[in-house]
C-alpha cells in the first residue's frame, strides 16, 4: 500500500519550538500576582503525628498562608486506591510524605518560612521488606486493612502438578529487581489559578495524564469536574512519573490557590523530585520449571511479590499485566502463577515505562538461558522450541490467531542484524586474558492497549478551517513520544492534505474529549483510531459534497495533496475552496472520532481470559565484553528487533527504540535507589547513576511490520517493549562471557565480580 505521509519520517511538529527554546514547560509559566509553594516533608518512615506548629512560618516575610492537612476538603486520593495522604494528617507512612505547605511571594520565602514549622513526632516501627510485610503477625501499616496485601492475581492453567510430573529436569530459581528513579530530565512542575474562565480551578504544568489530574483535584476539592481545568504543557520526560505526584502537587496547589485568592506555582527541585515521587516497583520472583529432556516446558510455578510502598497507587494494575507475561511467550500446558502487592514503609511506586513487565522478563528470560545450560542446548533452539506460533494458547488460555505472531522473524531478524550465530560460536570457545566476550538474548510478547484492567476507549476532534487548515484535538497527551506527529501524519493521509496544513492543539481538559491516561503504549494503537475515524468522516463528508457538486460518483474522487482528483487525474479544485464553499454553505466542517477496543476478558478468580486483543513482539540481543579480574562491564553492541504493526513514522519508532533500549541498559547494569530502612541514600544525580552517552552501545534498531487488524493502518505499539528486554539480555551475555549466573539487578561491578555467591537458588 502506498501512503503519501503515514510510514514516512516525517519531522516532528513541535520540533522547532523545542530546539530553539521557544517551547514552554511548567517551570517556565508566570502568572500576574503569582505565589511560589514549598512543601515540608518528613524524614520518617513511619510515625505518628503529635502536633505540627505553624505560629513561626505563618510570621516569616512574604507568607501568605501555612497549611496543614486539616485545611483540606478530602486529604486522600489515588487512581486505583483512595489511600494516598494529599498532606500527613495522623501519621506518615514513608519518607518524604508531606506534612505541611507553605505559600509565598517567592520561592525563597516559601523554603524558608518551610524551615520554622515544627513538627512533634512519635516514631514507629517500620517495616522495609515485602516478605516481611507479608508473614503473619507483621505490623499492619494502613489499620483500615485485614493486612499488608494490596492485591492478588492468580493465573492457573492445565495441572502443574502433573506437569512437573511429566518432566525430566526440573529447575527452581529465584531473581530479584531493584528500586528504580524515572530521572526525566525535567522535575515536576504545576501552576494552579483560581477562578479563572469560570472554572474554580485551573492547572497547568508538566502533567502526563491531565484527566487524571482533574480527578485528583475535584476529589480532593470536593467539587464537580466541570470546575477544575487541566492544560498540559510541554513536559520534559515522563516515563509513567508525572501521574500521581503531579496529582498531588495539583491538588495541593489548589488548596492554597483557592485559601490565598492567587495563583500558586510549585516546582519540585530534583531532591525534592528524588525524595517524594513514586519508584519502579522492586520484584522477588520464585520460578519453578519443569522440562522434558528434549527442551518442551512441561509446567510453569511462579510466585512474583512487588514492594508497594507506602501507597498501592499503581500496584494492582502493574501486578497484574506481571501475571499476564510471568510465564514469557512460551507454551507451557500447566501453569500456576501468583503476583502480590504488599505496602512497607518504602517510597511508594507505580508506573513506569514498562509497567511490570521488565522484572518478569528478567527472571524469565534468565530462566530459559538457565535452563538450556542445564540440558546442553541452545539458547535460540529452546526458545524456538517453545515460543508462541500462529494459533499458539497462552498461560491465560488465550488462542492467538487473530494477528500476526512474530516471535519467529524478530529473532531471526536481530540474529542477523548483530550477526549472532558467529559470535555465539566464537565467544563459546575458551578466551584467553581477564578481558571475555559475550552474547545473550531475550525475547517477550507485550499485550496492547490497557487491557481487560479497563475499558480502552478515546476520542478526538478534528476541524477544518475555512481556509482548509485542519485543527486536530485529542484527549491523549504528548509526553515527548511524538503523538503530535504521528496524529498529524493519520490526519494529513486521510484527507490528502499537506503536514504542513496540519496543526495539533495543546490537550485542555475543558473542551477536549475524555481518553484516559496516556499510558500502556496505547496512544497510537487507540487514539491514532480516534483520529483516524474523525478524519474519515470528514473526507466522506467532503466526497458526498463533491460528488454532487461535480455530478460525479464518489468512488471518482480522490483528496490528494490539498487537491481534489476525479478518476482520470484531473484537479477539481483545491481542497481549501472546497471546504471553504462547504463551511460557507452551512456544512458542518467538524467531526468527532471515537474508537473502543475489541472485546477482551478477564476472571480474576479463576486468572484466566483473553486480557488483550492484540500483541507486540520483540527481540533484543546483547554484546558484552566483562573483566573477570575486575568485574567491569561493557555493553559493545546491541540489537533491537521489534513487530510494531505498521511504522507510521519509522525515524520516530527508530527514536523510541534507542531511547528504550538505553534506559533498559541502565536498568540493567547500573541503576540503583540505594535505601536504608525506607530513607533514600542520595537523592540528585552525583549519587544515583544513570547512563550517559559514553556508556551507550552500538544500537542496530530493526522495525519489523506486520500491519494488525485493528491497529490505525495496521499500527500497534513501540513505547514500553523496547525497554523491557535489555536487562535480561545483557545478564544472558554476561553469564556467556564470564560463566557467572548473576540474578539480581542491576549487574554492577560487584556482582559481575563475585557473580554465584551474593544469588540463592541453584548454581
Not at 476472571?603 to 575486575?630: L, W
Not at 568485574?631 to 519508532?653: F, Q
Not at 490505525?712 to 513501540?718: R, T, Y
Request: aromatic share 8%; proline share 4%; with cysteine.
Amino acid at each position: 500500500m502506498a501512503f503519501k505521509h503515514v510510514n514516512k519520517g516525517v519531522k516532528r511538529v513541535d520540533a522547532y519550538e523545542k530546539v530553539t527554546g521557544k517551547a514552554k514547560f511548567g517551570a517556565d509559566l508566570e502568572f500576574a500576582n503569582m505565589l511560589q509553594a514549598k512543601v515540608l516533608r518528613t524524614e520518617y518512615p513511619h510515625a505518628k503525628i503529635l502536633n505540627i506548629d505553624t505560629s513561626e512560618a505563618e510570621k516569616m516575610p512574604g507568607v501568605k498562608g501555612v497549611f496543614t492537612a486539616r485545611d483540606i476538603p478530602n486529604n486522600l486520593f489515588g487512581v486505583i486506591v483512595q489511600d494516598q495522604q494529599v498532606l500527613a494528617e495522623e501519621k506518615v507512612v514513608l519518607a518524604g510524605d508531606g506534612v505541611a505547605m507553605v505559600a509565598a511571594e517567592s520561592e525563597k520565602e516559601a523554603a524558608a518560612a518551610i524551615e520554622k514549622i515544627r513538627v512533634d513526632y512519635e516514631e514507629l516501627e517500620g517495616v522495609f521488606d515485602p516478605l516481611d510485610a507479608r508473614q503473619e503477625g507483621a505490623l499492619k501499616l494502613h489499620p483500615e486493612k485485614d493486612d499488608n496485601q494490596v492485591i492478588h492475581h492468580p493465573l492457573r492453567k492445565g495441572d502443574v502438578a502433573q506437569g512437573f510430573a511429566e518432566a525430566d529436569l526440573i529447575l527452581e530459581r529465584e531473581y530479584t529487581t531493584q528500586f528504580i528513579e524515572h530521572s526525566y530530565l525535567e522535575p515536576e512542575a504545576v501552576v494552579v489559578v483560581p477562578n479563572e474562565e469560570n472554572h474554580l480551578v485551573s492547572v497547568y504544568g508538566s502533567i502526563q495524564n491531565p484527566y487524571a489530574t482533574r480527578n485528583a483535584v475535584s476529589s480532593v476539592l470536593e467539587v464537580e469536574l466541570a470546575e477544575v481545568r487541566v492544560i498540559q504543557n510541554h513536559i520534559g520526560g515522563s516515563f509513567g512519573g508525572k501521574d500521581e505526584v503531579v496529582s498531588a502537587m495539583a491538588a495541593r496547589a489548589a488548596v492554597m490557590a483557592l485559601a490565598t485568592g492567587r495563583p500558586v506555582k510549585m516546582v519540585n527541585s530534583r531532591e525534592e523530585s528524588f525524595t517524594e515521587s513514586y519508584k519502579r516497583h522492586p520484584y522477588h520472583l520464585k520460578y519453578k520449571l519443569g522440562a522434558t529432556k528434549e527442551g518442551k516446558l512441561t509446567a510453569m510455578e511462579i510466585e512474583a511479590v512487588a514492594d508497594s510502598g507506602g501507597y498501592a497507587c499503581q500496584t494492582p494494575f502493574v501486578t497484574w499485566r506481571s501475571v499476564v507475561q510471568a510465564t514469557g511467550p512460551y507454551e507451557v500446558a500447566n501453569v500456576k502463577t501468583d503476583t502480590y502487592g504488599y505496602y512497607t514503609n518504602n517510597p511508594y511506586t507505580g508506573a513506569m515505562r514498562g509497567y511490570g513487565s521488565p522484572q518478569v522478563i528478567f527472571a524469565q528470560e534468565s530462566l530459559m538461558d538457565e535452563l538450556a545450560e542445564e540440558l546442553e542446548i541452545s539458547p535460540v533452539e529452546l526458545r524456538k522450541k517453545n515460543m508462541y506460533q500462529q494459533g499458539s494458547v497462552t498461560a491465560s488460555g488465550q488462542k492467538l490467531d487473530r494477528h500476526t505472531v512474530s516471535l519467529n522473524e524478530v529473532m531471526n531478524k536481530a540474529m542477523e542484524a548483530i550477526d549472532y550465530k558467529k559470535k555465539y560460536e566464537q565467544y563459546s570457545k575458551k578466551q584467553p586474558g581477564d578481558k571475555k566476550r559475550g552474547i545473550g538474548l531475550s525475547i517477550s510478547f507485550r499485550g496492547c492497549s490497557l487491557g481487560a484492567e479497563a475499558i480502552d476507549a478515546a476520542a478526538s476532534v478534528i476541524q477544518i478551517n475555512k481556509d482548509g487548515s485542519v485543527a486536530v484535538y485529542s484527549g491523549l497527551a504528548e509526553n515527548g513520544q511524538g503523538l503530535k506527529t504521528i496524529f498529524s501524519q493519520i490526519a494529513a493521509e486521510i484527507l490528502g492534505v499537506p503536514m504542513n496544513e496540519v496543526e495539533f492543539k495543546e490537550l485542555d481538559t475543558s473542551f477536549t474529549p475524555d481518553s484516559g491516561s496516556t499510558v500502556a503504549s496505547r496512544a497510537t494503537l487507540i487514539g491514532g483510531n480516534a483520529v483516524k475515524d474523525a478524519a474519515e468522516k470528514l473526507k466522506q463528508r467532503i466526497i458526498d459534497f463533491s460528488a454532487d457538486k461535480y455530478d460525479l460518483s464518489a468512488e471518482e474522487l480522490a483528496l490528494k495533496d490539498g487537491f481534489l482528483y476525479d478518476g482520470q487525474g484531473n484537479r477539481l479544485a483545491t481542497f481549501a475552496d472546497l471546504t471553504g464553499e462547504m463551511g460557507n454553505s452551512g456544512i458542518l466542517m467538524s467531526a468527532y472520532g471515537w474508537y473502543k477496543s475489541p472485546p477482551i476478558s478477564w476472571d480474576e478468580e479463576k486468572g484466566c481470559g483473553n486480557p488483550y486483543f492484540t500483541y507486540v513482539y520483540g527481540c533484543q540481543i546483547a554484546e558484552v565484553e566483562v573483566d573477570t579480574g575486575t568485574g567491569e562491564l561493557s555493553v559493545i553492541n546491541m540489537a533491537a528487533a521489534h513487530d510494531v504493526g505498521r511504522a507510521i513514522n519509522p525515524e520516530n519508532v527508530k527514536g523510541q527504540i534507542y531511547g528504550g533500549v538505553m534506559m533498559g541498559l541502565g536498568y540493567g547494569i547500573m541503576e540503583e535507589l540505594e535505601l536504608k530502612d525506607g530513607v533514600i541514600q542520595g537523592t540528585n544525580f552525583h549519587d544515583y547513576m544513570i547512563p550517559t552517552i559514553k556508556d551507550m552501545p552500538d544500537i542496530k534498531p530493526v522495525i519489523v511490520e506486520n500491519p494488525d487488524p485493528d491497529g490505525p493502518f495496521g499500527a500497534k505499539s513501540i513505547g514500553e517493549p523496547t525497554l523491557e528486554l535489555g536487562s535480561a539480555a545483557i545478564a544472558n551475555a554476561v553469564a556467556h562471557a564470564s560463566g557467572k549466573r548473576i540474578r539480581s539487578l542491576p549487574l554492577n561491578l560487584e556482582r559481575v565480580l563475585i557473580g554465584r555467591a551474593l544469588h540463592k537458588g541453584g548454581k
